[in-house]
């Protein structure tokens, strides 16, 4: 729609999202709705705050999986940077484990990507309206997987022993003695029923834990 068709107050949108075809089409179709304009346009989770810090939008559409930086820990940041920016997360992976962290994070919604761009849009507006707005499959599937066992450091270990790390290596980022590590990927592994880290890795994530 011709911008000069469009009401006095469009709802502002960030779209973070890496594939540039995603985004674009994403961008567009959003762009066709009279009452959303999307004024900004990231590829990179570290670029997220900033640009809302620039834009103000009302609404941070955000990917989780993105380069630099999660979505889930942008839209924490975004919670204490940009109060009045509503966040909804748009991903691919559907993960009960993701949809609590999400939630952790302030983010007001939850949605994923095959649906169509009528809900999405709407979607967009009841955020703004101060609704919460949760893919209703997922929300079942999140309240009988329950919260992850892992505690942080657990989580941390297990995300540090991607890509062949070693403990020496993993100690050495995490700042932690080799015993210590040996102890947080042990307990990871039994809490994620696993026979090793790299199993116990990939049932975490599969869960959204990480």
């Not at 009045?84 to 484990?97: K, W």
């Not at 995490?174 to 040996?182: A, D, K, M, N």
Request: aromatic share 2%; proline share 5%.
């Amino acid at each position: 729609m011709p911008q000069d068709h469009r009401p006095a107050k469009c709802i502002r949108v960030l779209l973070a999202e890496d594939q540039g075809m995603m985004r674009g089409a994403l961008a567009l179709l959003l762009g066709l709705e009279a009452d959303l304009e999307v004024v900004a346009q990231v590829a990179r989770g570290d670029a997220i705050v900033d640009t809302a810090l620039e834009h103000r939008p009302d609404v941070a559409l955000l990917d989780i999986e993105l380069p630099g930086r999660s979505g889930l820990d942008a839209a924490a940041e975004l919670r204490d940077e940009v109060p009045d920016c509503r966040v909804l997360i748009l991903t691919t992976f559907g993960r009960p484990g993701y949809l609590r962290r999400a939630m952790e994070a302030g983010a007001a919604g939850f949605l994923v990507k095959d649906g169509p761009v009528e809900e999405l849009a709407e979607a967009i507006r009841k955020v703004l309206r101060g609704e919460t707005v949760i893919d209703p499959a997922l929300a079942a599937a999140a309240l009988g997987a329950g919260p992850s066992p892992l505690t942080a450091r657990e989580a941390d270990a297990l995300r540090a022993a991607a890509d062949g790390a070693t403990v020496s290596d993993i100690a050495g980022e995490l700042h932690l003695s080799e015993s210590t590590v040996r102890n947080y990927l042990s307990s990871a592994i039994g809490k994620t029923g696993a026979r090793n880290r790299t199993e116990a890795l990939r049932a975490a994530s599969e869960k959204g834990w990480l």
